[in-house]
């Protein structure tokens, strides 16, 4: 036995063609599967810090009753290590040496933001700084606009409430300013200490105490828990991941990745069942032997079972050696264009799918074949026995598909995903078996000559068993390389399609119904039209079916949009990429009705037909439900929750205007004057976040290359496995051709041919495979619109034929460059 | 096929002309000396037997004689054609419509049926005819009830059988036989050369095997004996027998 071990060490092993595939095949998916997961999961976390930003912080709490909430609140959650901060939001007339203006204050503890960073400008005509905290007591941070319309210079001194605070900076973009329309009037930001003094805040003010935590996800979680049953209904506890539009492109971006990583599993696992299938069909004679020499069945099970251990053990320590340096690369890639870092970090379950998959491939498709070594008979070194090769074929292959579906989706968690690949695969084998009876009914005529085409015809026909199989394997691995790729492109085409060009940057808020005409002749002048305006009447949902609102929704929802006032318009046209998902859109003379976003009208259970009042200032409006419709939210257009018809209910409301456009960075002066022009209009400049946007969207982009990459070279090491596995015959067939007077250049043609015809083939059936998955998937997976991709369609079939093509000319090399006599002998 | 029997016709000029044939293989430390200045001519419709033993250089001879590898020193006249001095492709035409070759290991593609292994010559030759002519041929072998049996499906003999159709399907003026019986037991062998001797006495082919069987090589109308990569003649089995 101990000799019989030694024939079995790795290093020999390493030796043979086909261990060396089943290994790479094995280092490959270990390294693909760790690398996405651990990326994956540092995408969450990234995700969540970078959407973080957008609060300032973790988790905000909002006290909109006006009172601040217990001090011992905030004392718990500091003794649980969480960082805190606070801040007093309210509006006040302030006084500059030019008149006086409403404004928006937000006052900042020291330690605001507690996420993100402030973006802040010396001057006018300084460069933009950022800066990770507020203004010192005394001194005010303003928006540039407030400085126009109160000829103030930075220096001066604006007077808020009893206090005179010195203008230091202005202030361009907080963190926490988001897409949130509700600071219609400009920003001031000043110390929280110093709102005391100024005397604005009295008691029955309209306040609002915000109050921001930052900590690790589970003791922030556990605070909560400690919190929860002491908030009341006016406490408001924020978190993200509420769709926020960058958010939504990082998970559509990790999707992929899983979904990138599910195919690299497939795809080894197809390798590593070809090459160990071969690796088995190959130690026959050895086995043989062994027992002939008296090793016993259980024996040989045993030293096989041993070596695919150290062939799992390879596999793994292998792939997490590509895997670590690759995560570090694309960690490191996304840091430079997140604010928060991607941190280098190991999560240890994360490299729980890598080390499952090892296991997987191994023991559903490595292990089979080779377990059934122990069966074959002592016999065979006398004489071997027809139709062993082609035994167990099937049970292998149902073993493996359940296998390897199972990982998927254990791994994907998604069961919409291993039903696409399964249709996608049901279909393969359906033209597979088609064709293979189509192959055997026009080829059988076809006979032989000195013609490269025929030669090439007459081999498909009589290697129809090897070539089906090969033309399964080739169609499979293509079939998923080009899921791959067709999903990465409508992935980018619509992350594209969702950020034009020349996608609106800028928002005009609180324009006065006189002035709307004046405004959109203002910007059409500069050659900037404004998109379609909308009036916006500020209002708070308050009842639903005569009902109080915030007890007709379980407490369990937490619905920020009941919690604050909503911006309500009237519209006649549905926009262009709303929806209408249940009821009609408002017929030309409707005067009542509202029409819901279908998110919300889900978490407050709505249906058609339900009565919503509205408070807006002192007045109550209700109006029965007559359409849900879907918005798309990250269009950076105006979007509303409540949409009324023209002459329904908000007709006699004040209303203010609200439009989106795009204005291009070299025309950013132009802003100077409209402000000028129209001082109480809010300019809100959204250009640095879609900047930021696209920037995390080339990005993502590029470490989906980078994933895409590793899967096409894996599919690479498939194709060669499946080559390599007839390597033997094909060479001795090749030898033997010359040898009876084939002519080079005659079989180098007729093989590449051969082999052109089995990737054209291959690439066909694997393309059109590949859309129906894509199909499938497009609609559950990336919620975008699924199209023809001729451009990815065409190409394929034409790369694989050109690909086989030259790997039937690569394995010829030998038979080529060698007397045919040496050849034969050495391949007998 | 006609310059192929224009060729034939001309009887005068010996089928295969071998002069002070040398061959080395340059090993990693020094150079090996597998064939020594070996000369010999052989006429057309000859039946000749190089017997010697293993590693003796027999099957590195027939291969250079057959034109499947090149010489160091020294050249081959086959059937008119310098072939010591043909590119691989004109040696590969020569072989196509003049050679056919017996192995000892039957070298049968395993996923063809008799019937198209028979065929694969003729076809690569660009013959129209190749079904019709390879089925007549394993008829004549005996094996017209087996043309769809794949190589794995039949005995030794039979896979040998086989072998010897698919030699002499593209007609060949010369025929090379290594150890076609060496795999065989002796009734089985003897049939075998039985088959091969008289498909050659039909064919009016020459016919230069490589033996180690006395008997057999005692069949040929002529023997050569090698050793150490030199070749003698110990004399014309005609010359011993009057």
Sequence with gaps: ?828 | MNQMTNVKADRLTPMLRVDNLTHRVRLETDTLTILQGVSLEINRGESVAIVGRSGSGKTTLLGLLAGLDTPSDGTVELDGAMISQLSEDERAKLRAHRVGFVFQSFQLLPALSALENVMLPLELAGSESAEGRARELLERVGLGERLNHSPRQLSGGEQQRVAIARAFASDPSILFADEPTGNLDNRTGQSVSDLLMELNREQGTTLVMVTHDEHLAARCSRQFHIEAGVLTEPAAVEELTH
């Design chain 1, 1 to 828: 036995m101990a000799a019989a071990r030694k024939l079995m060490s790795v290093r020999r092993d390493w030796r043979e063609r086909d261990v060396r595939v089943v290994l790479v095949a094995l280092i490959i998916a270990v390294a693909t599967v760790a690398t996405i997961a651990l990326f994956a999961a540092q995408l969450q976390r990234t995700l969540v810090s970078s959407a973080s930003s957008f609060l300032a912080a973790d988790r905000q709490l909002e006290a909109e009753n006006g009172r601040e909430i217990p001090p011992d609140w905030l004392t718990e959650a500091q003794s649980r290590g969480l960082e805190t901060g606070r801040m007093v939001e309210f509006s006040t007339m302030v006084f500059g040496s030019g008149g006086f203006q409403l404004v928006s204050v937000k006052a900042v503890s020291d330690e605001y933001p507690l996420r993100g960073q402030i973006e802040t400008q010396g001057a006018p005509d300084r460069p933009r700084d950022l800066v990770r905290s507020g203004p010192p007591p005394g001194e005010v941070w303003i928006n540039p606009r407030l400085l126009r319309l109160l000829e103030l210079d930075i220096g001066d001194s604006l007077e808020v409430g009893n206090r005179n605070l010195k203008v230091s900076s202005l202030l361009v973009r907080e963190p926490d300013g988001g897409f949130r329309l509700s600071a219609l009037a400009p920003r001031v930001m000043m110390h929280v200490d110093d709102v005391t003094s100024t005397g604005v805040i009295q008691e029955g003010s309209r306040v609002e105490y915000v109050y921001l935590f930052a900590g690790d996800d589970t003791v922030i979680e556990d605070y909560y828990q400690w919190l929860e049953p002491r908030l009341e209904p006016s406490h408001e506890w924020e978190g993200v991941r509420d769709g926020e539009t960058f958010s939504r492109s990082l998970e559509r971006a990790e999707r992929f990745l899983l979904l990138g990583g599910s195919l690299a599993v497939l795809l080894a696992a197809v390798a590593v069942a070809v090459a160990s299938r071969q690796y088995a069909l190959a130690q026959r004679d050895t086995v043989a032997l062994l027992k002939t020499l008296g090793v016993r069945s259980r024996g040989i099970g045993r030293l096989y079972l041993r070596r695919l251990v150290l062939w799992g053990v390879t596999g793994v320590v292998g792939g997490l050696l590509v895997a670590l340096p690759l995560f570090w690369l694309l960690t490191r890639l996304l840091s430079e264009v997140l604010e928060r870092p991607v941190e280098f970090h190991l999560t240890p379950s994360a490299l729980l799918p890598a080390l499952l998959t090892a296991l997987v491939s191994l023991f559903a498709f490595a292990y089979p074949p080779i377990r059934r070594l122990r069966d074959v008979p002592a016999m065979r070194v006398l004489r071997s026995q027809p139709g062993e090769s082609g035994r167990g074929a099937l049970a292998d292959a149902a073993i493996a598909i359940l296998a390897v579906f199972g990982l998927v989706w254990l791994y994907a968690g998604e069961i919409s995903l291993v039903v696409s690949l399964l249709a996608g695969l049901a279909l393969l084998l359906g033209a597979l078996g088609l064709l293979g009876w189509l192959l055997v009914a026009l080829l059988r005529k076809v006979r032989g000559g000195g013609n490269a085409w025929r030669l090439a015809l007459v081999g498909l026909y009589r290697h129809r068993r090897a070539s089906l199989s090969q033309m399964a394997v080739f169609a499979m691995t293509l079939m998923l390389a080009a899921t791959l790729v067709l999903v990465r492109t409508s992935l980018l085409n619509d992350w594209q399609a969702q950020l034009p060009e020349n996608a609106p940057n800028h928002f005009l808020i609180n324009i006065a119904p006189d002035a709307v005409e004046e405004v959109g002749a203002f910007w059409q002048e500069r050659g900037q039209p404004l998109n379609q305006l909308y009036p916006m009447v500020r209002g708070r949902l308050t009842e639903l079916n005569g009902e109080p609102v915030k007890e007709a929704v379980s407490k369990d929802e937490r619905i920020g949009a009941l919690n604050r006032e909503l911006n309500l318009t009237w519209m006649s046209a549905l926009p262009e990429d709303n929806e209408i998902v249940q009821g009609e859109w408002f017929g030309r003379d409707a005067v009542d009705g509202v029409s819901v976003e279908a998110e919300l009208a889900e978490r407050l259970g709505l249906a058609l037909g339900d009565r919503l009042t509205f408070t807006i200032g002192s007045e109550k409006v209700t109006e029965s439900v007559t359409s849900i419709r879907t918005v798309q939210w990250d269009s950076m257009k105006p979007n509303f929750y409540m949409a009324f018809p023209p002459d329904g209910g908000l007709t006699d409301m004040p209303a203010t205007w609200i439009t989106s456009f795009y204005l291009p960075s070299d025309e950013k002066t132009a802003l100077n004057a409209f402000s000028r022009n129209f001082p109480t209009i809010s300019v809100l400049e959204i250009d640095h976040i879609i900047d930021r946007i696209q920037q995390i969207v080339r990005q993502v982009t590029q470490a989906i290359e980078a994933i895409l990459a590793l899967i096409l070279a894996a599919a690479l090491v498939v194709m060669a496995a499946v080559v390599s596995a007839t390597l033997h015959d094909r060479q001795r067939e090749g030898a033997l051709l010359r040898t009876l007077g084939g002519r080079q250049s005659l079989l180098v043609r007729s093989t590449m041919l051969e082999f052109a015809l089995l990737g054209g083939f291959a690439g066909v059936l694997g393309v059109a495979a590949a859309e129906v998955a894509v199909w499938a998937l497009q609609f559950r997976m990336f919620e975008g619109s699924f199209s023809w991709h001729w451009q990815v369609v065409l190409p394929v079939p034409l790369i694989s034929a050109v690909v086989l093509a030259f790997f039937g000319r690569w394995q010829l090399r030998p038979v080529l460059n060698v007397s045919p006599m040496l050849l034969l002998r050495r391949l007998e």
